[in-house]
C-alpha cells in the first residue's frame, strides 16, 4: 500500500512539475495545441485521435487541464480547409497537429511561424511541406511513410494470394499528391507481374461511387485503393461493401479497409504513428523547433488479411500466406 501511494505520489509531482514548466512558457495560462483535420469528427475519437490523445497522456499533457485542444473539421469537404487554417492560427495555438495533405498544406499556407506537426502523412518531401526527411527546415515536422514505396510489395502479395488475377483496377484522390504517386507506382509495376491496369479517379464521395459503378461493371480480378487520409478512409465501409457485394477483392495499404471488409493490406500501424506525433508535440512546447527534429519513419510493416472476406467471395488464401501473416481477420 505504501509504495502504491508513493507512486501515485511521484506521479503526481512530475504532473504538477510539467503544469509549472507549461505555465511559465505560455505567460500563466495552457498551451494551446490546434487539431486540423479533413474529415468529420467522431466522437467517441476514432482509433487514431484517441492514440494521439494517448500519446499526450504519455508526456503528461492532459486535455482541459494542463493543455487545450482546439479543433476544426472540413467534415470531408477539402475546400473550406484553407479557411479553417486561416481561423486556426488566428488564435494562436502553439502547435498545429494535421492529419492528411489538405490539412498539412493549409496550414502551411496559413503560417510559416506556428510548428505543424505531422500525424501520419505519405511522402512530405514529395509534397513539398519539408526539404528533406533527416532536415525538414521551416515549420512542419512529425511522423510520416510513404505508402507508394510499398504499392509494388501490396501487388506481389495481391498476385500471390490471386494467382489467377490478370485485371486490376486502381482508385485514386486526383486532389492528393501522395494518391498520384502511388498510383502511378502501382501502373509501373503491375505489367510485371501480368496485370493489366485501369485506372478509376476521384475527388468526392460522389465521385467514388462513380467510380465504383463503373469498377463493378469491367469485372475486374481485383481492386487496389491508393492511401488517402480523406476519400478512402472516409469511405472504407462504402468500398468495403462494395467489393464484397461484387466479389472484388480489395487490397490496399491501410488496415482500417481490410478490418471493414476489404481483403488484404500492406501497411505500418496508422495508429502507432499517431501516438508517436505526441512525441513531436511535447518535444515543440518544451522549445524545440521543428526545422532541428527529423521527420520520423515507421520501420515495421504489417500483413493484415481477412479471411473471413475470402471465404464470403471464394478466395482461397494460400496456407503459407495465412502463416506470414502480422494478423488475420476471421
Known amino acids: 500500500m505504501r509504495r502504491i501511494r508513493r507512486r501515485q505520489f511521484l506521479s503526481a509531482s512530475a504532473a504538477l512539475l510539467l503544469d509549472s514548466a507549461l505555465e511559465a512558457r505560455t505567460g500563466g495560462g495552457m498551451p494551446k495545441i490546434g487539431y486540423l483535420l479533413q474529415n468529420a469528427m467522431a466522437e467517441p475519437p476514432t482509433r487514431e485521435r484517441q492514440a494521439f490523445l494517448d500519446g499526450l497522456v504519455d508526456y503528461g499533457y492532459f486535455p482541459g487541464r ?143 461511387a462513380l467510380a465504383l459503378d463503373r469498377i463493378a461493371a469491367r469485372k475486374p480480378d481485383f481492386a487496389y485503393v491508393s492511401f488517402d487520409a480523406g476519400i478512402t478512409a472516409a469511405n472504407r465501409t462504402v468500398i468495403a461493401e462494395f467489393g464484397l457485394r461484387n466479389r472484388v477483392p480489395i487490397v490496399s495499404g491501410w488496415h482500417l479497409l481490410t478490418e471493414a471488409g476489404g481483403l488484404m493490406s500492406y501497411a505500418p500501424q496508422i495508429p502507432a504513428m499517431y501516438r508517436r506525433s505526441a512525441y513531436y508535440v511535447h518535444r515543440i512546447l518544451k522549445g524545440a523547433r521543428p526545422a532541428d527534429l527529423p521527420i520520423e519513419m515507421p520501420t515495421k510493416v504489417d500483413l493484415v488479411l481477412n479471411q473471413g472476406t475470402a471465404a464470403a467471395i471464394d478466395v482461397v488464401i494460400p496456407r503459407d500466406m495465412l502463416l506470414r501473416a502480422d494478423r488475420v481477420i476471421d
Open 66 to 208: 494542463n493543455v487545450e485542444l482546439i479543433y476544426r473539421s472540413a467534415q470531408g469537404e477539402s475546400e473550406f480547409m484553407d479557411s479553417l487554417a486561416r481561423e486556426l492560427v488566428a488564435l494562436q495555438p502553439d502547435v498545429i497537429v494535421v492529419s492528411g495533405e489538405p490539412a498539412l498544406l493549409a496550414a502551411k499556407r496559413a503560417t510559416s511561424r506556428i510548428p505543424i506537426v505531422m500525424l501520419a502523412l505519405g511522402d512530405p518531401v514529395g509534397v513539398g511541406a519539408v526539404a528533406s526527411v533527416a532536415r525538414p527546415g521551416g515549420n512542419v515536422t512529425g511522423v510520416a511513410f510513404l505508402s507508394s514505396e510499398l504499392a509494388p510489395k501490396r501487388l506481389q502479395l495481391a498476385v500471390e494470394c490471386l494467382p489467377g488475377a490478370r485485371r486490376l483496377a486502381i482508385v485514386w484522390n486526383r486532389r492528393n499528391t501522395n494518391s498520384q504517386a502511388e498510383a502511378r507506382a502501382v501502373q509501373a509495376a503491375a505489367p510485371k507481374l501480368g496485370l493489366t491496369v485501369e485506372s478509376f479517379g476521384a475527388t468526392s464521395g460522389a465521385e467514388l
